[in-house]
Nanobody, 125 residues
Framework: VQLQASGGGPVQPGGSLTLSCAISGDTSDVLGMGWFRQAPGKKREFVAAIRWYDGATYYMNNREGRVTVSRDNAKNTIYLQMDNLTPEDTADYYC???????????????????WGKGTLVTVSS
């Protein structure tokens, strides 16, 4: 599985941005797709995830409402729409895929075995 994230860039506070993650290769054993982010000097943290086969979505803490994860299976692409961005959202954003497994813990980076390169989101006025 190869993942390529795109869509990052500069955005003003209060603005919106949609990231994309294109998936290629054998996706037959992909259970879920996750978005994580890592700000300078901070640990990588979970943002959102979507279960590949039924589209069930998961969000971290209070991000639901400001963040929407979706998928287009025909295009093998997942999306992360982010609204009302603040400077605290500045980070490298990564997409990752998790294989079929019992007890899939969506917010744990260790559950994901393939990672794309990050796409940088910079929120600044």
């Amino acid at each position: 599985v190869q993942l390529q994230a795109s869509g990052g860039g500069p955005v003003q506070p209060g603005g919106s941005l949609t990231l994309s993650c294109a998936i290629s290769g054998d996706t037959s054993d992909v259970l879920g797709m996750g978005w994580f982010r890592q700000a300078p000097g901070k640990k990588r943290e979970f943002v959102a995830a979507i279960r590949w086969y039924d589209g069930a979505t998961y969000y971290m803490n209070n991000r639901e409402g400001r963040v929407t994860v979706s998928r287009d299976n025909a295009k093998n692409t997942i999306y992360l729409q982010m609204d009302n961005l603040t400077p605290e959202d500045t980070a490298d954003y990564y997409c990752a895929s998790a294989p079929l497994q019992p007890d899939y813990e969506v917010d744990k980076a260790s559950e994901y075995n393939y990672w794309g390169k990050g796409t940088l989101v910079t929120v600044s006025s």
